[in-house]
């Protein structure tokens, strides 16, 4: 029975799959958005409370997986609350990004296709990222914009909820919580 269980997880540390690191918080992890009209323009917002998770191949070292979360009550800027209100965040209080599929461009340049959850409902969303490494950190610089007027069941008025949002990020990850990572899961 001892070894039956020991068995099971060492089993287990080997299929779990790729290396998983947390974006660092205080290193410029951001996320910003800038609406170009609205019914309280200018409307503009950042913030730093974004959590990003890095998924590595441990063999290979490619990028699997770029997501991110982030809290819609955690803007700050003009009108920060526009992305909270719009977004129902209290039923529904963050902004969700999973990925789906990675295509490395070359020259540093990814395209990441996944989800974004925003009001509870999903839609399809293409995220572009250029990598930048220094000695000790990772960032990716991304870019995206999305369509709020999807996530409603029947379309808001025009002049309250614009038909596109662009957004960026940066993503910031420790090379050394990146070789930590992919020495514990084993490989």
């Known amino acids: 029975m001892k070894a039956t269980i020991i068995t099971i997880i060492t089993t287990l540390a080997w299929f779990t799959g790729p290396a998983v690191v947390t974006a660092q918080p205080d290193l410029h992890t951001t996320i910003q958005y800038e609406v170009p009209f609205g019914p309280v323009y200018p409307i503009w917002a950042s913030s730093n409370l974004i959590q990003g998770s890095l998924a590595l191949n441990d063999s290979t070292a490619a990028v699997e997986k770029l997501d991110f979360s982030v809290p819609l009550n955690s803007f700050i800027g003009q009108n920060a609350n526009y992305l909270e209100w719009l977004g129902y965040s209290f039923t529904f209080p963050n902004l969700e990004f999973r990925t789906n599929k990675v295509i490395n461009q070359g020259d540093g340049k990814y395209q990441v296709k996944g989800n974004l959850q925003f009001r509870g409902q999903f839609e ?48 910031v990850f420790s090379k050394a919580d990146i070789q930590s990572a992919t020495a514990a899961n084993g490989k």
Do not use: C, H, Q
């Not at 490494?133 to 069941?153: L, Y």
């Open 124 to 171: 399809p969303v293409t995220i572009n990222y250029k990598r930048e490494d220094t000695e000790d950190w990772i960032t990716f610089k991304g870019s995206f914009t999305f369509n709020p007027r999807d996530f409603f069941i029947s379309a808001p008025p025009f002049d309250l909820v614009p038909n596109r949002i662009p957004m960026t990020l940066n993503l």
